[in-house]
Every structure is written in C-alpha cells, then in structure tokens.
C-alpha cells in the first residue's frame, strides 16, 4: 500500500516538474535571450526594452512560491479546469519558473567573449545567426548547469505545491506523513526527494562536463 503510494507520488512530481520544465523554458528562454541582447553594447541594444523586460523579470521573481500559485488558482481553473492536482500545479509551477531561467540564459549568454561575437558581426553574420550559431552553442555548457539548477528548484516547488492540493510527494509527505502522523511516508518521501536532486544533478554535471570537454 506504502509502496504504491510512493510510486504513483512520485510519478506525479516527476511528470510536474518536466512539464514546468518544459513550459517555463519556452517562456523563459527568449526572454533571457532577449534581455541579454538589449542590454547596454549589445548586438541589439535597446534601453526601453531591457528595462520593461528586467522590471517584468524582477518583480515575478518577488513572489513568494505559495503566494504566486494562490493567486494563480483561478488561471489554473481556467485552463485546466481544475485547481486540485499535479496537472493544475503546473500552471503556477511553469510561470514561477519562467523569470529564473530568464535570468539563467541571461547570465550565461552574457558570459560569452565579446571577440567571438564581434568576429561574428564582422564576417556579416545577423543578429539571429549570433544567435543560434555563437551566443548558444558557446554558453551551452553553462546553460546545461542552469537548467540543471532549474529542475532541481521545480522539484522543491513541486513539494511546496503539496501544501495547497499539488500533488505529489509534497502532497503526500504532507497528508499522510504530517497529518496523518506517519513518520515512515513522511520520510520515505523526504529520501526520494533527495534521489531525484542527487540524479538531476549528476546528470546535468556528467552533460555539462561532457560539452565542456568537445568545446576544447
């Protein structure tokens, strides 16, 4: 029974957080794009943007994770049709997400050398050929910690997301382990959590590493 209940807990989080993953990634990653080339002696530069961009990213950092997805309740209702449940946490989970790897692909095309990117311009290369062929591919292996770093951040989400009917092994740390006083679920749950960071992380360093090695 304790089995089964694992089980099906943690296939919920994992199909949480690789949905979020995914989704915030797709709202997160132009945006990142976008606000590392308008900043100031880019190849776009553009004040007005990054700072609208920044003001957008910044304030949806702000709110605290429980915060966001109470707010979010009625959104999830709309488009999921439900607020209970691993597939109406991915909406706050996603849009939680979204202005952390935002900030992650900022960062990371930032670190790009500067040179590369003016041989680039030089050889009349585009600003979206500087993009998909120099400023991505050299920060890749950066960009693979980043969302490494992302995956592991949506798996503590997805516990937090227990507390209000996520789904999940939060939910059922939080249900059986804490209000039902059984210790074993609560820390059963506590161990698999730890698993699936330990894994996410390994795997993200073993592919980082692995880019950072055919880059040389």
Not at 11 to 37: D, K, N, Q, R, W
Not at 54 to 81: A, C, D, E, K, V
Request: glycine share 10%; aromatic share 6%; with cysteine.
């Amino acid at each position: 029974m304790v089995f089964n209940m694992l089980i099906q807990a943690t296939v919920e989080t994992i199909y949480m957080v690789l949905l979020s993953a995914v989704v915030s990634l797709g709202i997160g990653f132009p945006c990142g794009i976008l606000a590392a080339i308008t900043s100031d002696g880019h190849i776009f530069e553009n004040k007005g943007i990054n700072r609208i961009l920044n003001g957008i990213i910044n304030i949806t950092r702000s709110f605290p994770y429980i915060i966001l997805m109470i707010l979010l309740l009625p959104l999830s209702r709309f488009i999921i049709g439900t607020t209970i449940g691993s597939t109406a946490a991915i909406v706050p989970l996603s849009i939680s997400a979204a202005p952390f790897v935002a900030r992650i692909v900022e960062n990371c095309v930032l670190e790009v050398d500067r040179g590369v990117i003016e041989a680039s311009e030089s050889l009349g290369a585009n600003n979206f050929t500087i993009i998909t062929k120099v400023m991505i591919p050299e920060s890749l292996p950066s960009l693979i910690q980043g969302i490494t770093l992302l995956v592991i951040n949506l798996i503590g989400l997805s516990a937090m997301a227990g507390a209000i009917g996520g789904g999940g092994l939060g939910d059922l740390a939080i249900r059986f382990g804490y209000n039902r006083f059984k210790l074993d679920i609560m820390i059963y749950s506590v161990l698999i959590i730890i698993v699936l960071v330990q894994g996410v992380q390994l795997i993200g360093n073993l592919i980082s590493n692995r880019l950072k090695k055919n880059g040389r």
